[in-house]
């Protein structure tokens, strides 16, 4: 088996920041939903909005769409439903599949996309990280992998 590229490796995580895996390990709606004081997005909504983002990107990557979506919403317009949420997170973790196959060998397009989305997606799973910490979930270095 050949060694993940870095790209790859930005992608998914596990280079530079904590395995999205490791992240999403035991997540549950409940947690994805409770508010944190002060901040104005929930867990879910950064899932929702990972998704939307990364769905768009590689849509692009892939060559499905020539452009970023015209009046694409990226975040949610109301509160997540738990359905909502859980179809955002299959779509996620989906989507990180899909990108880890088209980072293999991409296009020179398909790379500036996808390095992108991984300049992107890093910010967010740090948010990711830093909620799950904050409601004292973040599992351990290693868990999900």
Request: aromatic share 6%; glycine share 10%; net charge negative.
């Amino acid at each position: 088996m050949t060694e993940p590229t870095l790209l790859q490796l930005s992608l998914l995580g596990g280079a530079s920041f904590r395995a999205a895996d490791g992240l999403l390990a035991g997540l549950t709606w409940a947690e994805a939903n409770a508010p944190h004081a002060g901040l104005p997005h929930t867990l879910a909504d950064v899932i929702w909005h990972l998704s939307v983002t990364q769905r768009a990107s590689l849509n692009i990557a892939s060559g499905r769409a020539d452009g970023w979506p015209e009046g694409l919403n990226v975040w949610p317009e109301r509160p997540l439903t738990e359905a909502g949420f859980l179809e955002a997170l299959a779509e996620l973790r989906a989507g990180l599949a899909e990108a880890q196959a088209l980072a293999r060998d991409p296009s020179s397009r398909a790379r500036d996309v996808l390095t992108d989305l991984a300049v992107h997606s890093a910010y967010h799973w740090g948010q990711v990280a830093l909620l799950r910490r904050l409601s004292g979930t973040l599992p351990p270095a290693g868990a999900g992998a």
